[in-house]
């Protein structure tokens, strides 16, 4: 199966800077990568997804970035607002049964501070 | 759309009773997972189904716990007897197809507390 570690657990940052939440994952056939942020008492949501063949991809203040070769990649969020508080949860799939299910990392809590 | 829908929200019970969770997926949705959710361990993946069938099973932690998928719009978790170690929260996802372009969709998860 797919083992995927999360880095850090916990993260305090000062509106307006930036946060970064590592994972690396062990399977290197995994070509598809989703983050999901979970708000406090609220179900996770999808808010960005990478494939194998880019390396980059952004969508206005949060960005992913992998690096297939060491297997990990990352969660990147610039200018920091307290609603970007959450869990943020990194996922690998793991393939079987002709379809595949996600391994999600433990989550890392992140607190803005105003 | 209502997106998938869990209940109870919020279930407490005592040790050695059974309890009962459902999920309704979203309409169209093929696929359909459990997962619990603990400090511990984070989110983990318990039962899915394709097509209302099992196919992989073995993140179901013991005899206690079963899973069943009568038709497409419903789905139950069952503790049967619950204990305190089973308090979590229990999420219920679906998706269309095994396409990456179709994301996991997860209800608001039922919290569970095993007294």
């Known amino acids: 199966g797919e083992n995927v570690e999360q880095h850090p657990s916990t993260l305090s940052v000062q509106e307006g800077d930036s946060a970064v939440i590592k994972c690396t994952y062990s399977d290197s056939a995994s070509n598809y990568f989703p983050w999901y942020k979970q708000e406090l008492g609220k179900r996770p949501q999808l808010i960005i997804d990478i494939r194998s063949n880019v390396g980059e991809k952004k969508d206005q203040r949060i960005a992913v970035t992998l690096n297939k ?20 949860f990194c996922a690998a799939p793991y393939s079987g049964a002709g379809s595949y299910q996600l391994t999600f990392g433990k989550g890392t809590k992140l607190s803005v501070i105003p | ?101 179709s994301p996991l969709h997860f209800g608001n998860g039922t919290r569970l507390t095993v007294t």
């Not at chain 1, 070769?69 to 943020?88: C, G, M, N, R």
């Not at chain 2, 069938?53 to 716990?65: A, L, N």
């Not at chain 2, 139950?76 to 679906?94: G, H, M, N």
């Open chain 1, 69 to 88: 070769t060491a297997k990990h990649f990352s969660l990147h969020i610039t200018e920091t607002q307290p609603e970007d508080s959450a869990v943020y």
């Open chain 2, 1 to 101: 759309d209502a997106g998938v829908i869990q209940s109870p929200r919020h279930e407490v019970t005592e040790m050695g009773q059974e309890v009962t969770l459902r999920c309704k997926p979203i309409s169209g949705h093929d696929y359909l997972f459990w997962y619990r959710q603990t400090m511990m361990r984070g989110l983990e993946l318990l039962i899915y189904f394709n097509n209302n069938v099992p196919i992989d099973d073995s993140g179901m932690p013991e005899d206690r716990f079963s899973a069943k998928m009568p038709n497409a719009s419903f789905s139950t978790l069952k503790i049967q007897p619950s204990e305190p170690r089973d308090s979590a929260v229990y999420f219920c996802a679906s998706r269309v197809g095994s396409s990456y372009n």
